[in-house]
């Protein structure tokens, strides 16, 4: 099992700034990727941005240029670091861990962190 626990939401106006932080715990695997996935109310949740432990990244057409996803091995922790941030980019937000495990992915999900970003 894996626990994640999400830090760094909350309320900001449009151009602002947020980092978000997703701190992984038990059976992590040395084989994973970390990654942010959001959802707007009435919609689907979508990828925002992933980072492979060996750091390899890749993020949203949406979000190219104004996020940008980092993680410290050493502590298990990714990083969303979110700027110029716009109406649109108002969700729920939630880190995901994939551990590659029995040759197989196993999937697990953080609780959430709520972004509203003000006009």
């Known amino acids: 099992q894996v626990q994640l626990v999400e830090s760094g939401g909350g309320l900001v106006q449009a151009g602002g700034s947020l980092r978000l932080s997703c701190a992984a715990s038990?059976?992590?695997?040395?084989?994973?990727?970390m990654g942010w996935y959001r959802q707007a109310p009435g919609k689907q949740r979508e990828l925002v941005a992933t980072?492979?432990?060996?750091?390899?990244?890749g993020s949203a057409d949406s979000v190219k240029g104004r996020f940008t996803i980092s993680r410290d091995n050493a502590k298990n922790t990714a990083y969303l670091q979110m700027n110029s941030l716009k109406p649109e980019d108002t969700a729920v937000y939630y880190c995901?861990?994939?551990?590659?495990?029995?040759?197989?992915?196993?999937?697990?999900w953080g609780q959430g962190t709520q972004v509203t970003v003000s006009s």
């Open positions: 995901n861990f994939k551990a590659w495990w029995d040759y197989k992915w196993k999937d697990y």
């Open positions: 038990g059976s992590t695997s040395d084989i994973n990727i």
């Open positions: 980072i492979t432990s060996g750091g390899t990244t």
